[in-house]
């Protein structure tokens, strides 16, 4: 059974082209059903060393605390931004481990911006580094660090045989 969205099929393990909003975001299968970035990333692009940047705003109904951006939104964020940036290298991939250090608390509807780098790849793993700053002064908001592991064409159908398995009281691992 392969998975599918409200608007087609998603891409295999043989790349092709993800919808992108105008500001050339990528849109996962939520977001691609709503047209836009639910996380409030507004623009995305590949700098010319590998990096990737990111423009966003923590949208109000992200709000954990007084104009302060729920932490959970942070992580979601960060996890979705560093995961682009073998996207931005045409490469399908899926977060293995993601560590997140919330360094100041981020303000809700403020401009923001994340920056993530390969800091080196091993086969299909790719270790991924990154933090979101406030604009206009780069005040450092949050660092994160993880792996992604470039994923195969049958990555979400062994995921939704294993889901089965779930259902009828089967193997737990």
Do not use: N
């Amino acid at each position: 059974m392969s998975a599918t969205t409200p608007t087609g099929p998603w891409a295999g393990s043989d790349f092709q082209e993800p919808p992108r909003t105008p500001g050339g975001v990528a849109l996962c299968g939520a977001c691609r059903a709503a047209g836009s970035c639910r996380l409030g990333v507004e623009h995305e692009r590949l700098d010319e060393d590998g990096a990737a940047r990111f423009e966003l705003s923590c949208p109000r109904e992200q709000e954990g605390g007084p104009d302060v951006a729920h932490g959970g939104w942070t992580a979601a964020v960060l996890d979705d931004c560093l995961g682009h940036l073998p996207l931005l290298h045409r490469v399908l991939s899926v977060t293995a481990e993601l560590s997140v250090s919330f360094v100041k608390p981020v303000p809700v509807g403020r401009p923001l911006e994340v920056r993530a780098w390969v800091e080196k790849r091993e086969g299909r793993r790719w270790y991924i580094a990154g933090e979101m700053v406030l604009l206009p002064t780069r005040a450092v908001l949050a660092r994160a660090s993880g792996i992604w592991v470039t994923r195969d064409r049958g990555h979400f159908d062994r995921h939704q045989e294993w889901l089965a398995q779930q259902d009828t009281g089967g193997e737990a691992q």
